[in-house]
């Protein structure tokens, strides 16, 4: 045994398949402070991100809202596609529209409407100040709007709005900073302040009890025009090429070739078209194991690939198929290969089931990390909590369980069209994790410390580390695992709900 560890080449460079457990990496030198680590990354070629944190496009995992809170949050979200594509598309358009502070989908009503109508709407959405357009839709004329203060004492509940909206009202230009709104609503002592733009139409709403939570999130992943950054995911079909003419318009930055094995003429063919026809947009090829798969794609002209197959904590691949590889030598190799052909980003995707895994998969030259379970059971997530043995859980399930593929989500493994479905995945459960903006902050405070520890100020020296061979790495026995979690306790608390019990 080296006493110093050895290098990556030599560690990863022998027969077996090495994952995220089976190593530990060996401290560096500390000569700076948390608060000078950078954790700037490339998620592909031309789309960088302050958090190296992607969300899978998974139905229990990424639609807009989870992608809107990654993306303030310093990471991108990847929208799902076991939707229509009408419903794909609107989730996208409500990422590229999402203003923070700004209610940029309010809903409305017309002066024909009566005050039923907002009934109706308080009992369903909780809120009862509702504008009023021209026509009743978001693209025609503000003309009123109707608040609490003017439906509490009518007893005629079928009164038309026109006879009871205030006109006489507040507004300000769309465009304004969310500083100036925020301003204007305390000054104005109003509920609601519309934004319109010069023809009078509503654009969207500022609320007064939004007013506190208007955080200011400084990592923003935004694009040059502010908005903020989104990913969808696709398939490899021919007809997928008309739901991504619908994601183009809807402003979509970035896509995501959804595969089980990446490495296929379909993808290739695909690659090539979008590259050809949307430029503008930029394309994650995958998912891959091998550099030769790797090879493929790169030369198709991908701007970063995804890497993984069968280490999904739903995913039943390997057991299925017998195909796929260990995590930890997925992204060492593909990673390696990548940097020297092209220098193509890599996403270390799935098997992340423990927080100190993010770590790992950065130092094997991962320049992000994509999370489906970790990120599952937020509030952010889609589907409803409910209590499993009398603990708050949601729903998680992998896109090729029987139940997800009835849906449309055995797309990424051609098998949407086959009589007899084999299921990769399964579907299950996972504990309550609370805001996905505090898990992430906390992920990302925990990845700092271990920045530190290594002595590395940012992943561009981590991956520096990992080529010139000073990051250390030791093989962890199994003795060296169970010493390094909690153990000999006859009970203990969890730092962070979940965190810690995904990886038993
Ligand atoms: P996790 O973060 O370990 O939960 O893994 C999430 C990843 O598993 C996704 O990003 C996909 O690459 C992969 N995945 C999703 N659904 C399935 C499935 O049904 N079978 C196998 N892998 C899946």
Known sequence: MSPNGLDAKTFFERVEGITYNDFILLPG??????????LETNLTRNIKSKMPVVSSPMDTVTESRMAISLALSGGIGVIHYNN?????AKEVRRVKRFENGFITEPVVLSPNHTIKDVDMLKEMYGFSGIPITEDGTLDSRLVGIVTKRDTDFEEDRNKKLKDVMTTQLVTAPAGISLAEGNRILKESKKGKLP?????????????????????????????????????????????????????????????VIDSSQGDSVFQISMVKYIKSKYPQIDVIG??????????????????ALRIGMGSGSICITQDTLSVGRAQGSAVYHTAKFSREYGNIPVIADGGIAHIGHIVKALSLGASTVMMGGLLAGTSESPGEYFYEGGVRVKKYRGMASHEAMERGG?????????????????????????????????????LLHSFQELGCKNIQELHKGLADGTLR?????QSAQIEGSVHNLYSFKEPHLGLLRMNR
């Open 195 to 255: 934004l319109i733009d010069k023809q009078g139409r509503l654009v969207s709403l500022m609320s007064r009890t939004d007013l506190l939570k208007n955080i200011d999130f400084p990592y923003a992943s935004k694009n040059k025009d502010k908005q903020l950054i989104v990913g969808a995911a696709l398939s490899t079909r021919e007809e997928d090429k008309e739901r991504l003419a619908e994601l183009a318009k809807a402003g979509l930055d970035v896509v």
């Open 286 to 303: 995958g998912n891959v194991v091998t550099a030769k798969q790797c090879k493929s794609l790169i030369d198709a002209g991908v701007d």
């Open 84 to 88: 229509t594509i009408e419903e794909q």
């Open 29 to 38: 030198h500390i000569d700076f402070a948390l608060n000078e680590i950078n």
């Open 410 to 446: 055995g797309k990424r493994y051609m098998s949407d069209k086959d009589r007899i479905k084999v299921a990769q995945g399964v579907s299950g459960t996972v504990v309550d994790k609370g805001s996905v903006v505090h898990l992430v902050q906390y992920l990302m405070q925990s």
């Open 473 to 477: 790495f030791e093989r962890r026995s």
